[in-house]
Every structure is written in structure tokens, then in C-alpha cells.
């Protein structure tokens, strides 16, 4: 044979080669499926020591995968929390600072929304041929600003785009990309109301007017297993922020008879002292049945990504946006929601935003494995990115840290995760904190919204349920977490250098943003 004819032969022949060398490679670009619970306690699956919630579906995720546990949402409430998850950036950095519902400002919906030069994760993974889908709460922006987020990164978006819509899971009218859909609901069941005067409150039919025929959270669940259906064969991306635990306490009938049987004392909610979400007759029932629900939809998700066979490739991880909630329809004393740790949703004490995190990706991350590092929702950013391979240059300004040394068993004991933390919330009497040496101290500051006035707690900042202090307004108190992670103990004077150290990471890690005034901190 020729030279000629051999070249002939083998040009074709290693074209053959290389394509298919190329899309193995691309076949190894991993999935990425981010869940989101909404107020779920530290303390509230099976796999962190709740005993009377069932979640086996969670709990087998944590068994396959590796369980932190000092992780911190990124904030206490849910659209900064979000907006530091999205973006990379810590509440002292970050855009959304706040919950700020845009129809003070005229919008029809939404809260405030993120701007078009905010870079988010959804975004960096488009970049490198991600398909990215969005399926619950999104709460970064309404369809007619740049925080829609099919213009933040996401080629797919289905469910509530106002977080204060998704207060009622039995709404008239869902959004599916930017066009509304309507529900099977009528007019839609209001996420606020009081029980009747008329309605004997013990009676189970006073209940019928606050359930509806279209459950929000299944069409959702629904519309998120068909986006994976349809993606199986792309490197995708599904951010799935369902809105159980977060009140109102809706949850269909067939869910609740598990835990009817458990005989458990109830009193029914029923909002008529003071305005709150809708009633429930038998509250606890409901709440447990409520995230059993959510462990439900989880498992549909994870027995879909094994029935497409990309359980391998496919890197899922599970958190909440913050703590448990304090409202009086869900007995978190009873539940233990948050088990030892001091305060609830709204507060910079552990409690507000410690929450759980769970990672599985078979055969990279080590199954049944915990991790005690200091990690936030800032380092998820970075962490995803490392993790998919995605060459693309970071936002400028991030403060995140990768996660991916711990997760893949490559930091050495002592490394990994974040050597400090910091959060400032304005809001619930305004508060700042800041953890040094790994977390091994923490100092926060509370009711700064009262700093120079007479002593006040602002709203619901010195709530004793809610962990509240009896500080002065803006004092730094000091708690050692190794020994106290219940924050009982203020060791601030005993330790004045780490004080000191915390006062200046304090000063230095923010800056004042002219959207959510903080004049405390600002001035």
C-alpha cells in the first residue's frame, strides 16, 4: 500500500477517533441539581436527629453522600439568602440585602430584583453549554425586570416568581417562563385568612374553605422531572427551590393520615388572635405531614436521575434558605426544629441560619461521610464550578470559597472550607456577625436598628423564641461554638484580641448600599 492510499485510510480513521474522544469527554461534564428547601430547621430531617419527622428519601441522600454541619444559609430570610447563593457574594457584598416586595414601588409583583451586570451561577454554566432549568420560588425579580430568571442564566423557568404568592401552594395562576398559566383553583386560596367566628373550630369541614384541587408544589415537582426527562442527554443543570416547609401550612388530606395516627395533642390554628398564614386543625399533623411531602418530591427527583442512568454524573446537592420559622402554627419546642441551637428564622443567632447541607456525587464524594468546616452559601458559586470542570473567569468581587477539596477528599484535616464568615441582616432590629478561626468563635451584634436610641428590639428582633438579647443595642457579644453552640455564654470580655478581630472583619467586609440602608453600619 501506498503512502497515498494509507493517508487516505487513516485521515478519516482518527477523525472517527477524536469526535468520539471529544464527546466522551463532553459526556463526563457532570449535572448539577441544587435543591432548596424553604425554612427547613438544622434539626428537622432524620439524618440530623430529628425523631418524628419521617424523611427517608433525604436521609438516604446523606447516606450516599457527605452531610455538613456548619453550614450557614446566606441570610436568615429568603431572597438575600438567595441572592448569596446565586451571585457568590456575602450579605455585606451582595445586591438583595433584604425581603423588599416591589408593589410599594408600583410593580405588579415580585421583590427587588437582581440587576443585568450581576453574574449568577445559571449564567457561568450557560457559558460552557449548560442547560439550566428553575423549578419553585425564585424571589430575585418579577418577569418585567432584569432579575427574571430567564434572563439571569436559565433557559426553563416554572413556579412562583413572588415569594409572597408563594404564600398560597393552592394558587389561580403559576408562572411558566414569563407567560402566567392558570391553576385548576378558581380565584386562587388566599396564604393569609382567619377561621370564620361562625366555623366551630374543632370541626374538620370549618377547614374545607383553605384546600384546593391543583397542589402548586406537585405541578412544580411535575414540571421539574419533565425538564430533566427532556435533558437527560445535556449537561443540565436543575435548581429546584421547592417552597415546603414555608407557611401557609397547605398539605393535601391523603399526606396527613400518617401522622394522625400518631395521637399527638392538638390545638387548631386558627388565626383569629392575630393575622397570620391560613388555618390548620391539626397543626402538628400538618407540619410533619408538610415535609414528608417535600422528602416525597425529593425522591422522585433522585429515582428519576437513576432511572435516566446519569445517577454517576450527576452531582445533587440539598439545603434551606434558613432556620425554622417562629409563627405560632408550627410548635418548632415540639418538633425540636433546631435542636439545641439558639433562635429562628429572622435571626443572626445559629438557629436563623445554620442549616442542613447535603452532597452526593457516587464515586467522588465519599458516601456516609460528615464534614465539620465552616462553609456558607457564598462558596457554592466557586464550589460548582470547580466541581463541573466549567473554565470561564469568576465574577469579580466573589466571596466564595470552593468546596471542592473537602467534597472529593483532598484537604488534609484542618484545610478546607472557610477560616471566617460574615453576615449582616437590616432587619428584625438589625443585626451583624462574623466567625473567626473556622468557626470556632462567633461574635454578633443585635438590635443595631436601636443603636442611639432608647433601648428597643425593632420588629421581632428581641423575640426570646427567636433568640433575642439582652444586650444592649449594638453590643458584641462572643460565643466560643466548640463548647456553646447554644449560645448561652457571652465570653466576650474573656477574650479581648478575638473581639477586636471581629470588630475589624466587621468594619472591612461591607460596603453600604444606597437599595438597603443600613445606618448603623453605614455611617
Excluded at 404564600?167 to 385568612?193: C, E, F, M, Q, R
Excluded at 374553605?209 to 391543583?214: A, L, N, P, W, Y
Aim: net charge positive; hydrophobic share 35%; with cysteine.
Amino acid at each position: 500500500m501506498n503512502t497515498s492510499s494509507l493517508r487516505t485510510l487513516l485521515v478519516p480513521l482518527l477523525a472517527i477517533l477524536f469526535s468520539g474522544s471529544t464527546a466522551l469527554v463532553a459526556a463526563k461534564q457532570p449535572n448539577v441539581v441544587f435543591i432548596l428547601t424553604d425554612d427547613l430547621g438544622w434539626n428537622e430531617l432524620g439524618c440530623y436527629g430529628q425523631t418524628k419527622i419521617k424523611t427517608p428519601n433525604v436521609d438516604s441522600l446523606a447516606r450516599d453522600g457527605m452531610r455538613f454541619t456548619q453550614c450557614y444559609s446566606g441570610n436568615a430570610v429568603c431572597a438575600p439568602s438567595r441572592c448569596v447563593l446565586m451571585t457568590g457574594k456575602h450579605p455585606g457584598h451582595a445586591i438583595v440585602r433584604n425581603n423588599r416586595a416591589m408593589a410599594r414601588f408600583g410593580e405588579p409583583e415580585g421583590q427587588h430584583p437582581l440587576p443585568a451586570s450581576e453574574v449568577t451561577v445559571a449564567e457561568l454554566l450557560k457559558q460552557s453549554g449548560y442547560v439550566s432549568g428553575a423549578f419553585g420560588k425564585w424571589g430575585l425579580g418579577n418577569t418585567g425586570s432584569p432579575g427574571n430568571p430567564t434572563k439571569q442564566g436559565f433557559d426553563r423557568f416554572f413556579g412562583y416568581n413572588c415569594q409572597s404568592h408563594a404564600h398560597s401552594l393552592y394558587p389561580a395562576t403559576l408562572w411558566s417562563d414569563n407567560k402566567k398559566v392558570k391553576l385548576n383553583n378558581g380565584n386562587g386560596i388566599p396564604g393569609h385568612a382567619k377561621l370564620p367566628p361562625e366555623l366551630d373550630e374543632n370541626q374538620l369541614e370549618s377547614y374545607a374553605m383553605f384546600k384546593g384541587q391543583e397542589y402548586a408544589p406537585e405541578t412544580i415537582n411535575q414540571q421539574a422531572l419533565k425538564f430533566l426527562r427532556k435533558n437527560k442527554d445535556k449537561p443540565f443543570f436543575l435548581y429546584y427551590p421547592t417552597v415546603i416547609p414555608h407557611l401557609a401550612l397547605m398539605v393535601p388530606d391523603e399526606d396527613l393520615e400518617r401522622y394522625h395516627k400518631e395521637g399527638w395533642k392538638e390545638t387548631p390554628f386558627t388565626a383569629r388572635k392575630r393575622r397570620s398564614y391560613t388555618p390548620h386543625h391539626t397543626p402538628k399533623a400538618g407540619y410533619a405531614a408538610f415535609i414528608t411531602k417535600m422528602d416525597t418530591f425529593v425522591g422522585r427527583v433522585l429515582n428519576l436521575i437513576d432511572e435516566l442512568g446519569v445517577r454517576e454524573n450527576t452531582i445533587v446537592v440539598f439545603s434551606s434558605d434558613n432556620g425554622a420559622t417562629y409563627l405560632p402554627e408550627v410548635d418548632y419546642k415540639f418538633f425540636e426544629s433546631v435542636g439545641p441551637l439558639r433562635g429562628l428564622k429572622g435571626s443572626l443567632y445559629e438557629g436563623g441560619i445554620r442549616v442542613p447541607l447535603i452532597v452526593r456525587w457516587p464515586g467522588k464524594v465519599k458516601a456516609g461521610s460528615v464534614s465539620h468546616v465552616l462553609t456558607g452559601f457564598e462558596d457554592w458559586l466557586p464550589t460548582i464550578m470547580e466541581l463541573t470542570g466549567v473554565k470561564v473567569d469568576l465574577p469579580p468581587g466573589i466571596d466564595g470559597v470552593s468546596l471542592a477539596p473537602v467534597l472529593l477528599g483532598k484537604a488534609k484535616p484542618g484545610e478546607g472550607g472557610r477560616d471566617f464568615l460574615y453576615r449582616e441582616f437590616a432587619a428584625y432590629g438589625g443585626q451583624q456577625s462574623v466567625y473567626l478561626d473556622r468557626g470556632k468563635w462567633k461574635a454578633i451584634r443585635q438590635n443595631l436598628m436601636s443603636v442611639g436610641k432608647a433601648r428597643a428590639t425593632g420588629r421581632r428582633g428581641g423575640r426570646k423564641d427567636q433568640g433575642g438579647s439582652d444586650e444592649k443595642s449594638g453590643t458584641l457579644e462572643l460565643y466560643d461554638l466548640e463548647n456553646d453552640i447554644g449560645e448561652s455564654k457571652n465570653v466576650a470580655n474573656a477574650h479581648p484580641d478575638v473581639v477586636a478581630r471581629a470588630e475589624s472583619l466587621m468594619k472591612s467586609e461591607r460596603f453600604p448600599s444606597k437599595d438597603f440602608p443600613f445606618k448603623a453600619l453605614d455611617e
